[in-house]
């Protein structure tokens, strides 16, 4: 079993930054998890992939995060971050840590992120 806690959600004004954390149980290295990745849902909206690590370090971003949001990995702590900057009020959502095994999918339990105009 494998365990995602997200913390660094918060209230930010337009044009701030946050770093949300995603921390993965000791249970399991985080390199044996074939991708982390953040996604995010906004009320009434479906849930979005925004950004993906793979276990090799292979980085994909969704349109909306290129260039503003930076996904990394902390091997040592089992700790995947998304450092966000420039944000804006559509960038309001709950974000959610995913852990993709190959096998079994898993979620953390969101972190609320809200950008104030």
């Known amino acids: 079993q494998v365990q995602l806690v997200e913390s660094g959600g918060g209230l930010v004004q337009t044009g701030g930054s946050l770093r949300l954390s995603c921390a993965v149980s000791?249970?399991?290295?985080?390199?044996?998890?074939?991708?982390m990745a953040w996604y995010r849902q906004a009320p009434g909206k479906q849930r979005d992939l925004v950004a993906s690590?793979?276990?090799?370090?292979?980085?994909n971003y969704a349109d909306s995060a290129k260039g503003r949001f930076t996904i990394s990995r902390d091997n040592a702590n089992n700790t995947v971050y998304l450092q966000m900057t420039s944000l804006k009020p559509e960038d309001t959502a709950v974000y959610y840590c995913?852990?993709?095994?190959?096998?079994?999918?898993?979620w953390g339990q969101g972190t609320q992120v809200t950008v104030s105009a």
């Open positions: 690590i793979t276990s090799i370090g292979s980085i």
């Open positions: 995913n852990g993709n095994t190959g096998f079994t999918a898993y």
């Open positions: 000791k249970t399991r290295s985080i390199l044996s998890i074939n991708r």
